[in-house]
């Protein structure tokens, strides 16, 4: 946890008993999530922790309530967390979900096999490909005015207009030139944030298959921020309110 008066990072006293893999706030408690490894942990003041019943591969607030994802399914919870609701499955039993953000007024869930959301009674489906499961799909981001989300190494931007689907557009950035360049481009997107000048940015992994790069979209078109030497991995990305920092 980072001390603000202190401008200083320390550990927590409570040893969690698996890597955490998700972190979320909302309200007076801090989540950690460490998917099938151990049960998720809450806190109230980022030092002592206190483990839960539930597991947690990902985080979203949505409708005053705190959601959890794990495998193929959902759950709510409020106040302290500890009554959370049953679960709600969410498309094949098989594939699971590795990233949740409200958008449009509903929850988006991302998963291996596809695109859903849930409107507090149904699960809709955006799209599924059952063939073609990729457990990299983590990228879900919604950005002034729309959802942007990896189908594997491909940027979509996703609107809707009076709570139907309006359009999928790619916006993946490109990159010409010599062979390396063009097969594999600025690589896998890992990760979304909004960032200094409320402009998207987005992390990608093996860049021309070896370079970790930040790019700037700024709804027209993409700029580098950052490049790595080569044979960098990227782990994640976001931004800092408290210094304006990405």
Not at 157 to 181: F, H, R, Y
């Amino acid at each position: 946890r980072y001390s603000v008066s202190g401008a200083s990072w320390a550990a927590s006293t409570t040893t969690l008993t698996a890597n955490t893999i998700a972190l979320h706030t909302e309200g007076t408690l801090a989540y950690a999530g460490s998917g099938s490894a151990g049960n998720l942990w809450t806190s109230t003041d980022g030092d002592a922790w206190t483990q839960r019943s539930d597991k947690a591969s990902c985080f979203a607030t949505w409708q005053e309530k705190v959601w959890i994802g794990y495998q193929n399914t959902i759950k709510s919870a409020k106040a302290a967390a500890t009554s959370w609701s049953g679960n709600i499955t969410v498309g094949d039993h098989g594939t699971n979900i590795l990233a949740m953000t409200e958008a449009f007024g509903l929850l988006f869930i991302r998963k291996e096999d596809g695109l859903y959301y849930f409107n507090g009674t149904d699960v809709v489906p955006i799209f599924r490909k059952n063939t073609t499961l990729y457990t990299g799909n983590k990228v879900l981001r919604f950005h002034e005015g729309f959802l942007y989300y990896n189908d594997m190494a491909r940027v979509k931007k996703l609107s809707m207009s009076g709570g139907q689907l309006a359009n999928i557009v790619d916006v993946t950035p490109e990159m010409g030139g010599d062979e390396t360049k063009e097969l594999y481009g600025h690589g896998i997107p890992i990760e979304a944030w909004t960032g200094p000048g409320d402009k998207l940015y987005v992390a990608f992994n093996l860049g021309e298959n070896s370079f970790a790069e930040v790019l700037v979209y700024n709804g027209l078109g993409w700029q580098q921020f950052y490049r790595s030497a080569a044979s960098v991995t990227m782990s994640a990305g976001g931004y800092s309110r408290l210094s304006d920092k990405t």
